[in-house]
């Protein structure tokens, strides 16, 4: 930490959230916000004079909640920085001035009742998003009375009861009494490999930490009696085994079930656990001094902002997904955009720490090359057929779309770096003047006629984005999920693309079924592209209606990255439609589509591919 | 095909991948390769047992210069996993790396449908053409190019935030590291002892 604190190549921001980030790999723009501390970390040498005259005591969030501190405090005495903060929310106020005892008490003047946040810009070639996890609060599980008993506590309450910097100074006491429990028993699994409540997954760390404190409990209290119970102890890790050894050999007993029941002696505030030993079938009942729940870990809550901010999918455990789970483990499918820590899964420090290794061995790659090639998919305007409407820079997820001026005779202009492909300004595009290079309107009909050459009354087409649908497809095929094999994915880098002209040239061509799927709003890659895509799809419902098209016809569906279940449900429900489409009806939207045809603009069947042979 | 891609001088080659029995286990690579060479434009179909590989990509890079191929299509796995290689492979060939297209006929055909073996080639066979069809109208790119700003974002000062900006800044890079709360540490700080050594967390 302290190494950290004085790099002369890290800047710290603490107290600082980031509030925007734009841009894209090698060339991201950062807005953080400093928030306001109150005291100037850089003049405050920690003394505490402040925070001895300071008359607001407040729970002590570091000691979870087990003892006090000030309304000025310092998170913990190794903080870094070694600064004081004010809290101002518990503060009796400085506006006006109610107390001001610790702006006089102050000898180096760094207080500042005025101070204000500080909004700083930051450009940056990479990301590494470490923002970690939280423990699950057990509150719901009231069957362990956490919220009832004062001597059931949680793995986390442990370590500032055990610690010798912590409110009781490491000597182990029980809430209820404030003696040395003769006997503790922990309870596995509290929040985790739950279908019911908590989270399906194993949380990776609590098998090992439990291990841990029960040899704490042995060496500080080698009298203590000391259970353990458990569904499985996972003790796959190097050194682990030993250590769980170590434990047993220490005479902590492991028992293999997990208590259905707490309950409390009014009088002696002891704890009678009811369990079903599933080692030798019989219910038995233990009476323990205390009981620690090792709870599991769960994304944090106040992550959601980053992750949308970045455009981060989520696998189903609400974590983080990485670019690939095995060969990109520390990636985010965004490029320049890397994970560390618990953010992506939990892990155990010695995890986490290799992580973060390789999180920056990758970023470092990206910044040790100087420069970034852009893919070759950013949009291009013909100027000879744009009417000046400004659709496309209204549009644009990315503001990169320079506006036009019909009377200055001001065409827009796409700005090449700040472009991403997304291709909504060419499927918005009002007299079609937009294309994306590498995904041509011309190559989407080449490959819609493709699909529909033959026997098109078994074929579904399917407009997949890139980054969710069609990796969800690919995951459903990873997973080996079976579905009818008459859909044809056709890729796009975002649903934003799907001209309203791509789907009606399907219908045109004899298909029974359109899909247009996309990522769910909050995943979009391309900010909000995918609003487009809706309003896009509701429109040509009503005019397929109008036409005495069925709208069922054209399906619209949100599939994550990590959701081949759904992508294979969607399959089998859109085949079940397809086979619901008469041959009359197809032919009856074959016949008036190609009335209604407009003609193709001229670029699209004249192209010049001889110039390509050079 | 409209009339855009039926230039005569676009010469597509087809590389059929039966990636081990990933797909030839269940789609009929022979059939799909010889369906491949009736499409337009089509002068040149290889199957290989896995394309990839080495000499799979050799095989790609030799058809490239012996039948003056000026596009590629491999039908094999998901562009997500080797358009990289291929691209690469393309242009060690002299190829413009945006020449080359990929058939999806593992992930979206061969695991999905395997009890099917009939439908599933029938369904390789479309998503070969529609490459081969995407793949004539493709155009050689120019990729833009940008600096990179030589310094990294962290968000998050827990011990995976720590380690990755002392590890960037080690490596000669300016780092910003943000925290939310009012000292970095995060849960770590919190801990007493860790396992399995049994030392101090701070």
Request: charged share 25%; net charge negative; hydrophobic share 35%.
């Amino acid at each position: 930490m302290m190494d950290a604190g004085r790099h002369p190549r890290i800047e710290l921001f603490t107290n600082s959230q980031v509030e925007n980030v734009s841009g894209f790999v090698g060339n991201f723009n950062v807005t953080v916000r400093k928030k306001v501390r109150y005291v100037d970390e850089d003049a405050c040498t920690a003394c505490g004079e402040c925070e001895v005259v300071c008359p607001v005591a407040v729970p002590d969030e570091y000691q979870e909640g087990f003892s006090s501190r000030k309304a000025i405090y310092i998170p913990f005495p190794q903080a870094v920085p070694s600064s004081y903060v004010l809290d101002m929310e518990n503060c009796l106020g400085t506006n006006p001035i109610a107390c001001g005892k610790c702006a006089d008490a102050c000898e180096k003047e760094c207080i500042d009742y005025d101070a204000v946040d500080e909004v700083r810009e930051l450009e940056v070639g990479a990301i590494v998003v470490a923002t970690g996890m939280q423990p699950y609060d057990p509150t719901e599980m009231d069957e362990y009375g956490y919220t009832r008993f004062a001597n059931v506590i949680t793995s986390m309450e442990f370590e500032r009861l055990i610690c010798a910097g912590g409110p009781v100074e490491g000597h182990f006491i029980r809430p209820t009494d404030r003696k040395t429990p003769k006997s503790v028993a922990f309870i596995q699994c509290v929040g985790s490999r739950s279908l019911n409540r908590g989270v399906p997954y194993c949380s990776n760390i609590c098998c090992m930490n439990t291990v841990k404190d029960t040899l704490l409990l042995h060496d500080h209290y080698p009298e203590m009696q000391n259970k353990v119970f458990y569904m499985d102890i996972r003790s796959f890790g190097k050194g682990f085994e030993d250590l769980y050894r170590r434990s047993k050999e220490a005479g902590v007993q492991y028992i293999r079930g997990l208590p259905g029941d707490i309950e409390e002696d009014p009088k002696t505030k002891n704890l009678y656990l009811t369990v079903e030993n599933t080692l030798n079938g019989g219910v038995e009942r233990h009476e323990v001094d205390m009981v620690v729940l090792a709870v599991g870990l769960v994304p944090r809550t106040d992550s959601e902002q980053i992750r949308q901010m970045l455009t981060l999918s989520q696998t189903s455990d609400g974590f983080v997904m990485e670019a690939h789970p095995k060969l990109q483990p520390v990636d985010a499918p965004t490029k320049g955009v890397y994970f560390a820590g618990c953010v992506e899964s939990p892990k155990d420090i010695k995890d986490s720490v290799t992580q973060a290794g390789a999180a920056a061995a990758r970023a470092n790659i990206l910044l040790n090359d100087r420069e970034v090639r852009i893919e070759a998919i950013t949009s291009i305007i013909h100027e000879e057929e744009c009417n000046y409407c400004g659709r496309c820079v209204r549009v644009c997820p990315f503001h990169a779309i320079t506006p036009a001026n019909k009377k200055q005779g001001v065409f827009p202009k796409v700005v090449e770096a700040a472009c991403s492909g997304c291709g909504t300004c060419a499927a918005e595009c009002v007299t079609d003047c937009i294309d994306m290079r590498h995904f041509e309107d011309a190559q989407y009909y080449a490959q819609i006629e493709a699909i529909l050459a033959e026997d098109p009354m078994q074929k579904i087409v399917a407009f997949a984005c890139n980054w969710c649908s069609y990796a969800g497809g690919d995951n459903a095929g990873t997973s080996r999920l079976q579905y009818p094999a008459n859909v044809r994915l056709i890729r796009t880098m975002c649903s934003g693309r799907v001209d309203e002209d791509f789907i009606l040239h399907a219908f045109r061509k004899g298909a029974p079924m359109v899909l247009v799927s996309g990522c769910h709003f909050s995943d979009c890659h391309y900010i909000d592209a995918v609003t487009w895509t809706q309003q896009r799809v509701e429109k040509i419902w009503d005019k397929l209606e109008k036409k005495g098209i069925r709208p069922e016809r054209l399906q619209l569906e949100w599939i994550s990255a990590a959701e081949g279940q759904k992508f294979a449900k969607v399959m089998r429900e859109l085949e079940k439609l397809r086979q619901a489409v008469t041959e009359e009806e197809v032919a009856f939207t074959v016949d008036l589509l190609i009335r209604e045809q407009k003609p193709t603009p001229k670029r699209r069947t004249n192209r010049d591919t001889l110039a390509l042979l050079n | 095909m409209n009339s855009n891609g039926a230039d005569q001088n676009i010469r597509i080659g087809v590389f059929v991948c039966d990636c081990g029995m990933n797909i030839a286990g269940v789609v009929d690579t022979r059939t799909v390769a010889e369906f491949a060479e009736t499409l337009p434009n089509v002068v040149a179909v290889v199957r290989n047992r896995y394309t990839c590989a080495e000499p799979g990509q050799n095989e790609i890079k030799r058809a490239i210069r012996e039948h003056r191929l000026n596009r590629v299509v491999v039908a094999s796995c998901s562009p997500k996993i080797h358009e990289h290689t291929f691209r690469i492979c393309v242009a060690e060939a002299g190829l413009n790396r945006y020449l080359m297209e990929m058939a999806n006929i593992r992930e979206h055909c061969s695991w999905v449908h395997q009890g099917d073996k009939t439908a599933a080639t029938a369904k390789a066979m479309d998503l070969v053409r529609s490459a081969v069809f995407r793949a004539t109208l493709l155009q050689p790119q120019t990729e833009p190019v940008f600096p990179v700003t030589p310094a990294t974002l962290v968000i998050g000062g827990g011990v995976a935030g720590i380690q990755t900006a002392l590890d960037t800044a080690d490596a000669g890079h300016q780092v910003y590291l943000v925290e939310k709360s009012p000292s970095i540490g995060g849960i770590m700080a919190a801990i007493d002892k860790t396992y399995p050594t049994m030392d101090c967390s701070i």
